[in-house]
Every structure is written in structure tokens, then in C-alpha cells.
């Protein structure tokens, strides 16, 4: 199907396109790697009366590291991530979960900030910016703000981006001292969303007990889920098998899966559960030897 008629506008700056945004209104969408609106806009989920489309505005496309974070650019593609040796120094959760996006191709556009912006529950980045505590940066006409990826995701397919504003930036804390993540992922075949995957994010004190947890889910509630009550059975403590064993389930238990063509909704249900002892446990190998 043809998408239904739109007008595109490709602006050439940073103020052009917040500028092209805020006479929009809600009418427009920013366009980044296309990978996921233009499919929706094919199939008439999404009929937008104005694309904003901002692959030629400088200064988006960077990974830098300032102030104790990565700061990851608009127009970072999925493949730059993967290709990053800042990412590879600095935050494993994040770069264990780059290969994972689909297939080469399609991380040859899309962009983390996209894939963010779109809350896709069965999207992979928002778990790990969930796990890590990851903040969101939104610019509009007016000035900019910073927002919590937690309350950045309002819902399914639904962010708490205001009319007039874009996202900028992902701003991603580098790990510091002795600190480890990763990202495990189910998929049927290469390029596939996750059947069901987790994010964590270990942070342990100098004596080895665990002073930060970050848990969150793929694929299993109709928004990426933080676990929430298992994260917190972690800090403080000693890590240990039984300990990680205790908060697997508790995830599982946060976990609200659907049976589909991906499989019924208690296997899904056990794959958090396997899954986040395994995360666990590869985050603290990685903390113990940093
Ligand atoms: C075949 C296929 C397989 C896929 N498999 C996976 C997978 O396994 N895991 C996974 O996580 N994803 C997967 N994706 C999705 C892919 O990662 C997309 O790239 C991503 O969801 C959106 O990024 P994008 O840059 O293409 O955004 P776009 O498609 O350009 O935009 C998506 C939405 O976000 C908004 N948006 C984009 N950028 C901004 C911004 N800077 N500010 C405000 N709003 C913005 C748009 O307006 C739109 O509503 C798959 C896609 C395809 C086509």
C-alpha cells in the first residue's frame, strides 16, 4: 500500500527543524532512519500530514563522551553503535544489545534515538536505556529538557515528547569503577524482534556488595518493564547464585506476557526468568574483573 499523501520538508539546521516542528504542531513527524514510520505510514498506522525529516541537519550524528555520560546523536545509526569503541569501554549493557537490532541492513538507518522515540514494547533499546538510566534530551523552539527514560516512555508506541519537540540526544551513563551489564535476547531468526530479552546493570561497591541494579524486559508488557522490586532485592547485598536466583523470579513475576506467534506466555514468562539470572550473573564476571 502507498502511504497517504504528506508534506516533507528536509531542514538544513538544528533551529530549522525545531522551527519546521513547532508551526506543525502535532501534524508532523520527524523522519530519522525511516525504518519503522515509513512501514507504519505504508500500512496506514501512521498517517502523518507533514514529515520533518532531519538526516541533513549537522551535529546529530556523533557519540561523544562528556560529564560522566555518553551522549549518543540523533542521527547515530544502529551500525555505529555496534562499530563503537567508546560503547565498548564504557557501558557494556549497551554494547552487548547493538548486534541485536535486526539485521545489517536495517541498522545501516535506524537510529538508537528513533527506535527510543517510538516506545516499540518489542523494541531492544528502551530495555537497555531502562537498565542503564539513561536520560532523553528534547528540543523545541522554546529551549531543551532532559527526561528520565523512565518517564520519557508513556505507553505503547507512546513517548511524552510535547508537540513542537524532538529528541536530540540519548544520554547514557558510563560505567565508573567496578561495574558490568549485558543484554540476552531470544529471536525466532536473524533480524526478528525479541520473543523475550533482558537488560542488566550491575554496579558494585569497593567491599563487593551491589550498590546499583538495573533489570528491564523485552517483548513482555505492552511497554519495555523496569523490575522494579527485583532490582531492589539486589542493592546492598552480597552478590550470590541464590540472590540472583531470588530476583530472576521476582522479574518473572513483573513480566506480563501475551502468547502469540512467538510462543505461549509462560514460556516467555520463563525466559525472563533464565534470562536475568544469566544477565546477572555475566554483569557481575564483568564488574569483578573491571
Ligand atoms: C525488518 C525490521 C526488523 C526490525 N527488528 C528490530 C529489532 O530486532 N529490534 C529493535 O529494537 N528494532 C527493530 N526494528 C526497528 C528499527 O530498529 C528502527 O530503526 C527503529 O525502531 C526506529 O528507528 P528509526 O531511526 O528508523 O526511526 P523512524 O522510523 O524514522 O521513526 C520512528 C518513530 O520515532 C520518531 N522519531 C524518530 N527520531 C526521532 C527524534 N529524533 N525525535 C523525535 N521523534 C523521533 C518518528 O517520528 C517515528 O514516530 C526493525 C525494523 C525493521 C524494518
Not at 556523533?62 to 546523536?73: K, R, T, V
Request: net charge negative.
Amino acid at each position: 500500500m502507498y502511504p497517504a499523501p504528506f508534506d516533507y520538508v528536509a531542514p538544513t539546521s538544528l533551529e530549522e527543524a525545531v522551527e519546521e516542528l513547532a508551526q506543525r504542531g502535532d501534524d508532523a513527524r520527524v523522519l530519522a532512519g525511516g525504518q519503522s514510520l515509513i512501514p507504519m505510514m505504508k500500512l496506514r498506522l501512521a498517517v502523518p500530514a507533514a514529515l520533518v525529516d532531519i538526516n541533513r541537519v549537522p551535529g546529530l550524528d556523533s557519540i561523544q563522551e562528556a560529564n560522566g555520560h555518553l551522549a549518543i546523536g540523533a542521527l547515530v545509526r544502529n551500525n555505529d553503535i555496534v562499530d563503537s569503541d567508546i560503547v565498548e569501554r564504557t557501558n557494556h549493557t549497551v554494547a552487548a544489545a547493538a548486534p541485536w537490532i535486526s539485521d545489517p541492513i536495517v541498522r545501516n538507518r535506524g537510529t538508537l534515538c528513533g527506535s527510543v522515540a517510538h516506545c516499540d514494547p518489542e523494541g531492544d533499546w528502551n530495555s537497555v536505556m531502562l537498565a542503564v538510566g539513561a536520560e532523553v534530551v528534547a528540543r523545541s523552539a522554546t529551549g531543551e529538557r532532559v527526561i528520565p527514560i523512565a518517564d520519557f516512555i508513556a505507553d505503547f508506541f507512546t513517548n511524552t515528547l510535547q508537540p513542537g519537540e524532538m529528541v536530540t540526544e540519548v544520554r547514557i551513563p558510563k560505567y565508573t569503577g567496578r561495574a558490568g551489564g549485558t543484554y540476552i535476547k531470544l529471536e525466532r531468526k536473524v533480524g526478528d524482534y525479541a520473543t523475550a530479552a533482558v537488560a542488566t546493570h550491575l554496579q558494585l561497591e569497593d567491599d563487593g556488595r551491589i550498590a546499583q541494579a538495573g533489570i528491564a524486559m523485552t517483548s513482555v508488557a505492552p511497554i519495555n518493564r523496569k523490575a522494579t522490586e527485583a532490582e531492589q532485592m539486589l542493592v546492598g547485598q552480597t552478590p550470590s547464585a541464590e540472590l540472583f536466583g531470588e530476583a530472576a523470579q521476582a522479574a518473572a513475576n513483573a513480566a506480563d506476557p501475551e502468547t502469540n506467534v512467538r510462543g505461549p506466555a509462560e514460556y516467555k514468562r520463563d525466559l525472563i526468568r533464565v534470562y536475568t539470572r544469566r544477565g546477572l550473573a555475566k554483569a557481575l564476571e564483568i564488574a569483578q574483573g573491571s
